[in-house]
Nanobody
Framework: QVRLVESGGGLVQAGGYLRLSCAASGRIISTNRMGWYRQTPGKQRELVATIFSDGTTQSTESVSGRFMISGDTAKNTVNLQMNSLKPEDTAIYYC???????????????WGQGTRVTVSS
């Protein structure tokens, strides 16, 4: 199976910064993309940013210019540098990957356990 392990997160004041990291392991053949979702109580999970196997990236408008995604899908790692944090960024952040494995060749989504980010005003 595939396991995604996140690190980073925590409590920070508004205007501060945090860095999230994630690494995937297991019988991975290839990774199409990796990225981050976030979720707050009562809301749907929101896609924050993605990095693709060709190195291109995408991010949602609400974090554009503040968050930067980096990583290497060939090494199954992804990071999220979060600057100028706002209270509305408070959420649980989940790492995800669209990954092909030896047993499941079709690229399939895998998730980390989530890491909490709290931004105080």
């Amino acid at each position: 199976q595939v396991r995604l392990v996140e690190s980073g997160g925590g409590l920070v004041q508004a205007g501060g910064y945090l860095r999230l990291s994630c690494a995937a392991s297991g019988r991975i053949i290839s990774t199409n993309r990796m990225g981050w979702y976030r979720q707050t109580p009562g809301k749907q999970r929101e896609l924050v940013a993605t990095i693709f196997s060709d190195g291109t990236t995408q991010s949602t408008e609400s974090v554009s210019g503040r968050f930067m995604i980096s990583g290497d899908t060939a090494k199954n790692t992804v990071n999220l540098q979060m600057n100028s944090l706002k209270p509305e960024d408070t959420a649980i952040y989940y790492c995800y990957g669209l990954i092909s494995t030896e047993s499941v060749r079709t690229p399939s989504p895998y998730w980390g356990q989530g890491t909490r980010v709290t931004v105080s005003s």
